[in-house]
């Protein structure tokens, strides 16, 4: 049996949180990040996320991942991370399951979308999204909007890829800026490790799913990859080790075996990082020239590989490109139309009529980008199919 490391001294600790924008008194059961993580479970973004698409629209398939299983996913990788460096698992985990709230419908085709529809309106990105989604959008307590997270949540959800400083004079992060000038997150540093042990969780996740996946779909094949590197040996160390078993336990178990050697080596790479930096508190993270959970260098040049691999052999197969091309179109067209006709968008969105166009084309972004794949499918059929009467 494993033994639970002793906490480490750069660790974030519930107890010693900055606090929530607006005071609470604590949980009797729940410390303070273990309850974000359960009102992210609890919001309506995060159960809308079982019907939004990674690399394949929700009805292709109940065995293709969706945002909510990636993020399930990404939020255990994550907690391992953190246990294995004495971190706090309960941070790592909130904001994993959190990182993906703000994507619209269709994966990176919608935020396309979005983004070239909202361009002369601020633009779309789906990571300040998420962040509008948490402290903004998610409408369900009666003493403020959003989920009042705690200050180290909210760091690690908006800078759990770095600093960010530099984004915030792009239009599309003003709501960034802004929620900076009330509340200090520090744009300017790293955020804690338990955010940066979310980040690469993200990719450990979807570069093993997307190969499964891949083959499940019969775009790319285990012969395909038997010359990437990275999972190219570990295929032909599964099958050395287990030569009778077909090829779908063959899939599984490799994906299995590169998630763990993906794992070993953030672990050995982030500790020699910890020790070249000297780094021994939360502030010295917050401080530190560069992320300290890292890929070493040779991963790093195997998973730039496999990704140009994945992008010219999967990513733009004709098939996800007609899906790309359908999804973009029916984001497009139910844009304009609500643009010009906002008096057809649904009763708790009427309100999107009044003010400024920049105001308008914001909400009918808000309500698109919140949309399922399945619902925005059927929404865009009732708006378009020539069937006069039927949803009256």
Not at 59 to 87: F, K, N, P
Not at 129 to 149: A, M
Request: proline share 5%.
């Amino acid at each position: 049996m494993s033994q639970t490391p002793r906490r480490s001294p750069y660790a974030e600790t519930p107890d010693a949180s900055r606090g929530r924008l607006v005071p609470e008194a604590p949980s009797r059961t729940r410390n303070a990040f273990a309850r974000d993580r359960d009102r992210i479970i609890h919001s309506t973004a995060f159960r809308r996320l079982k019907e939004k698409t990674q690399v394949f629209v929700a009805h292709e398939g109940d065995h293709y991942r969706t945002r909510l299983t990636h993020s399930l996913e990404v939020s255990q990788i994550a907690r391992s991370l953190a246990h294995a460096l004495g971190l706090d698992q309960d941070l790592a985990e909130t904001i994993a399951l959190a990182h993906d709230l703000g994507h619209p419908p269709f994966g990176h085709a919608g935020e396309d979308q979005l983004q070239a529809n909202m361009a002369p309106w601020g633009g779309f990105d789906h990571n300040v999204q998420t962040f509008r989604v948490v402290t903004d959008l998610e409408v369900r307590y009666p003493g403020y909007r959003g989920l009042n997270l705690t200050w180290e949540t909210l760091e690690g959800v908006i800078k759990h890829n770095g600093p960010v400083t530099g984004m915030l004079d792009a239009p599309a992060w003003k709501a960034i800026a802004d929620y900076g000038q009330g509340w200090d997150l520090r744009l300017d540093g790293f955020a804690s490790l338990e955010a940066q042990c979310a980040a690469i969780a993200d990719d450990i996740a979807y570069n093993n799913h997307d190969v499964d996946d891949g083959v499940q779909a019969g775009l790319i094949t285990l012969a395909d990859l038997a010359d990437v590197p990275l999972i190219g040996p570990v295929l032909l160390a599964t099958r050395r080790d287990w030569p009778d078993v077909d090829e779908r336990m063959i899939r599984l178990e490799a994906v299995r075996r590169m998630i763990g050697v993906m794992v070993d080596d953030v672990l050995a790479e982030t500790t020699r990082l910890l020790a070249q930096h000297a780094i021994a508190s939360v502030e010295d993270v917050r401080v530190a020239p560069r992320a300290m959970v890292q890929f070493s260098p040779a991963m790093l040049a195997d998973l730039g590989v496999l990704r140009r691999f994945l992008y010219e052999r999967m990513y733009r197969h004709y098939r996800v490109n007609r899906t790309r091309s359908q999804a973009r179109r029916i984001l497009s067209e139910m844009f304009q139309l609500f643009m010009a006709e906002p008096e057809v968008l649904p009763t708790e969105w009427a309100w999107a009529a009044e003010g400024s166009e920049a105001r308008r084309a914001r909400a009918v972004c808000d309500y698109i980008a919140g949309m399922t794949d399945r619902y925005a499918i059927a929404e865009h059929s009732r708006l378009f199919k020539l069937d006069i009467g039927h949803d009256l």
